[in-house]
């Protein structure tokens, strides 16, 4: 099984609320990351964690809070964003190995997030 | 720095016509690289990937690509196109662990529809 679940499936929200977004793996996986896509546009990477400690995280604004409570679950906190944050938010799990080593990323569906 | 090129935005085929999607990528070593296909709205669905071995790999869904070495390049391709392939197609080059997570650099993406 390579499924990585993702809730909620839409959100709207104003500039001044507060929201999460979830990601769910039960694979084993502990590496688990955060991707923005724009439309159009390949995913971009926003946070990685391995081992459930924040391993990379690619310069995103403070409004956008990651935390990876345990080795399935992962969340993304957002607060006070813009509605140019309006995008598809992706989350993806893989295995960890030995430095020298990649992994295949398994993705979730996403969650289309609209900020008005 | 790692790159992936695909020089088609955008290609039309006819259900039942071959396939054949570009990928060229920049890496100071050997690659790890990834096929990935994303359908509208969803997340990204792994096709294939290549990480040493037999040059030519196969996937779901009846995809396949060729690793040349020589061309730097990592085609996708199909025999017979169905209409259900209509979708996006990220092709994706994987870095080596510098810890204990890895990252994808993806291109920039090619739309595939299909005509009946």
């Known amino acids: 099984d390579t499924e990585v679940t993702q809730t909620p499936k839409h959100l709207v929200m104003g500039m001044t609320n507060k929201k999460s977004l979830k990601c769910e793996q039960h694979?084993?996986?502990?590496?688990m990351y955060w991707y923005k896509q724009k439309a159009k546009k390949p995913p971009e990477l926003m946070f990685v964690?391995?081992?459930?400690?924040?391993?990379i995280n690619e310069s995103v604004p403070s409004r956008f809070s990651p935390e990876c409570p345990n080795s399935s679950l992962l969340n993304l906190h957002l607060h006070a964003l813009q509605p140019e944050d309006s995008a598809l938010y992706l989350c993806?799990?893989?295995?960890?190995?030995?430095?020298?080593?990649?992994?295949?990323?398994?993705f979730g569906p996403g969650t289309r997030l609209t900020v008005l | 720095a790692q790159s992936v090129t695909q020089p088609d935005i955008h290609i039309t085929v006819s259900e039942g016509a071959s396939l054949e999607l570009r990928c060229n990528y920049s890496?100071?070593?050997?690659?790890?690289l990834f096929w990935y296909v994303q359908s509208p709205g969803q997340g990204l669905q792994l096709l294939l990937k290549?990480?040493?071995?037999?040059?030519l790999v196969q996937g779901i869904k009846g995809f396949e690509a060729e690793f040349k070495r020589s061309q730097s390049s990592f085609n996708l391709r199909k025999p017979s196109v169905h209409w259900s392939d209509a979708a996006e197609y990220f092709c994706?080059?994987?870095?080596?662990?510098?810890?204990?997570?890895?990252?994808?650099?993806f291109g920039t993406g090619t739309r595939l529809q299909v005509t009946l």
């Open positions: 890496y100071g070593a050997t690659p790890y």
């Open positions: 993806a799990s893989s295995q960890t190995r030995l430095q020298g080593i990649t992994d295949t990323q398994y």
């Open positions: 994706a080059v994987g870095s080596r662990n510098t810890g204990t997570a890895s990252k994808l650099t």
């Open positions: 290549y990480f040493s071995g037999d040059t």
């Open positions: 694979m084993g996986h502990r590496a």
């Open positions: 964690y391995s081992y459930e400690k924040l391993s």
